[in-house]
């Protein structure tokens, strides 16, 4: 299974961008769902979005899908999430994981964590 690393965040301001990493050191299954969660300080882990590597379909959560973008880079063996128009509430720890169930949003049926990216929203 491809072991999974996350970078490229950082500190942002109200209205900023940012785009997240997640590189594959292995293979990525074509049955395989890509998908990003982050956990704010006290929370609990949410999920973000999600991509199914064969064909690039995607889905959201709600308070995120008209901001953020999650696509894949096959050759790279990377999965993106770009983030707009960032807000105080997008400051967590983002993760990539990946899952074989297409449309879960439960970290439980998510396998392979990364270490995780801080991303803080900050004026």
């Known amino acids: 299974q491809a072991q999974l690393v996350e970078s490229g965040g950082g500190l942002a301001q109200p209205g900023d961008s940012l785009r997240l990493s997640c590189a594959a050191s292995?293979?990525?299954?074509?049955?395989?769902?890509m998908g990003w969660f982050r956990q704010a300080p006290g929370k609990e882990r949410e999920f973000v979005a999600a991509l199914k590597w064969s064909d690039g379909r995607t889905y959201y959560a709600d308070p995120v899908k008209e901001r953020f973008t999650i696509s894949r880079d096959r050759a790279k063996n990377t999965v993106y999430l770009q983030m707009s128009s960032l807000k105080s509430d997008d400051t967590a720890i983002y993760y990539c994981a990946h899952s074989s169930q297409y449309g879960s949003r439960t970290p439980a049926d998510f396998r392979n964590w990364g270490q995780g990216t801080q991303v803080t929203v900050s004026s």
């Open positions: 292995g293979r990525i299954f074509s049955s395989h769902i």
